[in-house]
């Protein structure tokens, strides 16, 4: 083989080498983008459908504002990461057109981060699984409960009794002890809690001049207020209250998570005064005791900080 075929030979080792190298570039970038594609179009559905159930709980009061407004800035979060990926799917597609983009020599370090996100976004789906499932099964969860005024406090009263307290033990430890089975089950998934407590009032006026009249218009720093407002601080008084008794009960349950260190608890009580519980029901009456309630929710989320 004389001098100028030798060269020729070599040239072309060279060229088949590079075109290797290529199309196993190219190869690997269209397997990580075809990865990436079905795993975002499955965890949008599982996102849109979480969207549709969150909405059906609000609908029949199975959920209040606060923990509403919770699920979804954990759903914002999730749908944001996947227009990230939906972002850099379509930078490295439009790369993909043109061959010569995976020459080596051509093959920059922009394009190799995207691809690298990418491809990192498809390792991490077991992880981001474990997220979905948690969100699946609070939506799921009964995670309300309607609280009788008559068993804790004393007519016209926005204080518990102290010799009641053990009554709102009863009714709380319970629902503690599932919060704790479903923290302690996800304890791999950075999580927060939530417990909530929305008062309600008939429409019943409160008697002007009674104790109770002065006490609720002195929380109101008003003379004459109106019976709308005195029933709206009656209700977020007697939420309140429920609220502080449950913080102490907690303290006496900590050990019960086994991540409480690390746990997140937000509490939340307020009042709605006369405004109806529940859509569902259609024959309310101004003096009616389905009216004179507390609804206690709670739940148990990703803490977005981590998504």
């Not at 020599?105 to 996100?117: I, M, P, T, Y």
Request: hydrophobic residues 40%; contains cysteine.
């Amino acid at each position: 083989m004389n001098k100028l075929m030798r060269q020729f030979v070599v040239f072309l080792l060279a060229v088949v080498l590079v075109s290797c190298g290529t199309q196993k570039r190219l190869t690997h970038a269209k397997q990580v983008v075809e990865q990436a594609k079905q795993i975002q179009a499955s965890e949008n559905q599982s996102l849109n459908t979480f969207t549709l159930d969150i909405e059906e709980k609000a609908e029949h009061s199975e959920t209040d504002s606060i923990i509403n407004n919770e699920y979804h800035i954990v759903l914002k979060k999730l749908d944001e990461n996947l227009k990230k990926i939906e972002k850099k799917i379509s930078l490295i597609e439009l790369s993909m057109q043109d061959k010569s983009n995976f020459k080596k020599a051509a093959f920059n370090k922009q394009l190799a981060r995207e691809l690298a996100f990418v491809d990192s976004f498809n390792l991490s789906v077991n992880k981001r699984q474990e997220i979905y499932t948690l969100l699946r099964e609070a939506i799921k969860m009964k995670a309300f409960s309607l609280v009788d005024l008559a068993a804790f406090f004393g007519s016209g009263k926005y204080r518990i009794p102290v010799d009641h307290f053990d009554k709102v033990r009863v009714f709380v430890e319970p629902i503690i002890d599932s919060m704790a089975a479903f923290s302690n089950k996800f304890k791999e998934v950075p999580h927060i809690a939530r417990m909530v407590f929305v008062g309600y009032a008939d429409a019943i006026g409160v008697k002007e001049g009674s104790e109770l009249y002065n006490e609720l218009a002195w929380f109101l720093k008003q003379e004459a207020p109106t019976k709308e407002k005195l029933n709206m601080v009656l209700s977020d008084l007697r939420a309140k209250e429920l609220l502080a008794k449950t913080k102490t009960i907690m303290t006496g349950n900590v050990n019960k998570f086994s991540n409480y260190n690390h746990l997140k608890i937000g509490y939340s009580g307020y009042g709605l005064g006369e405004k109806l519980p529940f859509k569902s029901i259609k024959d309310y009456k101004e003096d009616d005791e389905r009216r004179r309630i507390v609804l206690f929710y709670w739940c148990i989320l990703p803490d977005k900080a981590f998504l």
